[in-house]
Nanobody, 120 residues
Framework: QVHLVESGGGLVQAGGSLRLSCAAS????????MGWYRQAPGKQRDLVAA???????NYAGNVKGRFTISRNNAKNTLYLQMNALKPEDTAVYYC??????????????WGQGTQVTVSS
């Protein structure tokens, strides 16, 4: 079994900051790419930011310069530091991990999501 658990969401005023965390646990051999996605009501789930196992990052254009993705490989944990938040950042944020299990099976796993609400 593999579990991804997000935390750190909440309600914040525009211009504020939040830090999301995602802890991966279970029968994991190694984690390749990890990423944060978000889905607002009535919209599709979109990539926010991604990071490879070596630390290369990629950001959606509308968060570049405001959000920072990072990871702690020793702890199998992913982070998203979100600054200068805007009401349009309001969404459920999901963690994703592409990983190899100890059975050598390769798969993509999702967390349950954490709500981020930015008030104007």
């Amino acid at each position: 079994q593999v579990h991804l658990v997000e935390s750190g969401g909440g309600l914040v005023q525009a211009g504020g900051s939040l830090r999301l965390s995602c802890a991966a646990s279970g029968t994991i051999f190694s984690i390749k790419a990890m990423g944060w996605y978000r889905q607002a009501p009535g919209k599709q789930r979109d990539l926010v930011a991604a990071i490879t196992s070596r630390g290369s990052t990629n950001y959606a254009g509308n968060v570049k310069g405001r959000f920072t993705i990072s990871r702690n490989n020793a702890k199998n944990t992913l982070y998203l530091q979100m600054n200068a938040l805007k009401p349009e950042d309001t969404a459920v944020y999901y963690c994703n991990a592409d990983l190899i299990r100890d059975t050598w099976a390769v798969g993509s796993y999702w967390g349950q999501g954490t709500q981020v609400t930015v008030s104007s």
